[in-house]
């Protein structure tokens, strides 16, 4: 059974950063492109930044590109996102998500999703 557990969510001031991470588990992690997208109240759901596989590519919604970095654990078998500069309209619940083969910038095209983490940023 595929799982993926997303922590490191909460509250921060403007300006601070939090680290996000996704184990997973299930799965044979190396053969997977991972994705974080996320989620506020009222609004679709958005890509925020893809790796791929080996960690070679990475890519990044033009909205946080400069502030947030993604990175993976083979050893760990866990993606990261590091935000950092965080604002306001950060606020939304982060998603990972795992695709096999290349990395995407579309939800759908992802085969697992994990249960979210709430990252809160106040101003």
């Known amino acids: 059974q595929v799982q993926l557990a997303e922590s490191g969510g909460g509250l921060v001031q403007a300006g601070g950063s939090l680290r996000l991470s996704c184990a997973a588990s299930?799965?044979?992690?190396?053969?997977?492109?991972m994705g974080w997208f996320r989620q506020a109240p009222g609004k679709e759901r958005e890509f925020v930044a893809a790796?791929?596989?080996?960690?070679?590519?990475?890519y990044y919604a033009d909205s946080v590109k400069g502030r947030f970095t993604i990175s993976r654990s083979a050893f760990q078998n866990t993606v990261y996102l590091q935000m950092n500069s965080l604002k306001p309209e950060d606020s939304a619940v982060y998603y990972c998500?795992?695709?096999?083969?290349?990395?995407?910038?579309?939800?759908?095209?992802?085969?697992?999703w994990g249960q979210g983490t709430q990252v809160t940023v106040s101003s």
């Open positions: 299930g799965l044979a992690f190396g053969g997977y492109a």
């Open positions: 998500a795992a695709v096999r083969g290349n990395p995407a910038r579309t939800g759908g095209q992802y085969d697992y």
């Open positions: 790796i791929s596989w080996n960690g070679g590519s990475t």
